[in-house]
């Protein structure tokens, strides 16, 4: 057993997938549309992470998994799906608040990344498909800390600003958005 494996192992059952069924407004252009382009919304759907930080059920995940969402679900480690509710959300930051109505739920414990230092070993931990696979098991993979502070401003596509980010080589698994990156002493 490593570090890794313990902290990966305090903040697995905590860690829930969401699954969300949203909106997406398209435009259609035709060459003979000139003056009206015609538009229509389609259903999607998507699959993010999320981690659970009070035990009366409150998630945090990244904005852009729930964006336009019209329904979320997620999902914990043992395979029970919990209708959640955005309470709130930040696109800037891309952070969202979720809410479910369930209680002794198992929590992260949350750190200061003024405490995280250059060439730390963290862990990030995604479970995008919860029992979609036939094993809850969340994915981990590790890096180091390459640095704090870096302040990321909108830049074409990217309208979001962050400030005070954390920089590291952990790899991030397709699907892991919104889930929780790990110091050695398990705390998110």
Do not use: C
């Not at 494996?5 to 969300?20: E, F, H, I, K, T």
């Not at 409150?58 to 309470?87: C, F, M, Q, W, Y």
């Not at 094993?135 to 401003?153: I, Q």
């Amino acid at each position: 057993r490593s570090a890794i494996v313990d902290a990966a192992a305090r903040v697995g059952p905590a860690v829930v997938s969401a699954n969300v069924v949203g909106h997406q407004r398209q435009t259609i252009r035709d060459p003979f549309d000139w003056f009206m382009p015609r538009s229509s919304e389609r259903t999607v759907q998507s699959l993010g992470t999320g981690f659970i930080i009070a035990g009366d059920g409150v998630i945090i995940t990244n904005a852009h998994v729930v964006e336009n969402a019209d329904s979320i679900v997620v999902t914990t480690r043992e395979g029970k799906d919990i209708p959640a509710r955005l309470l709130g959300e930040d696109p800037l930051s891309d952070i969202a608040v979720l809410k479910v109505d369930v209680g002794g739920l198992p929590t992260v414990v949350l750190g200061r990344s003024s405490d995280l230092m250059i060439g730390e070993w963290v862990v990030a931990i995604g479970n995008p498909y919860g029992y979609l696979l036939g094993n809850s098991e969340p994915s981990v993979s590790a890096g180091v800390v390459s640095a704090v502070g870096r302040n990321l401003l909108p830049s074409g596509d990217s309208p979001g600003i962050y400030v005070g980010m954390i920089q590291t080589d952990a790899a991030i698994n397709q699907g892991n958005s919104g889930g929780p990156l790990v110091n050695a002493l398990g705390e998110v």
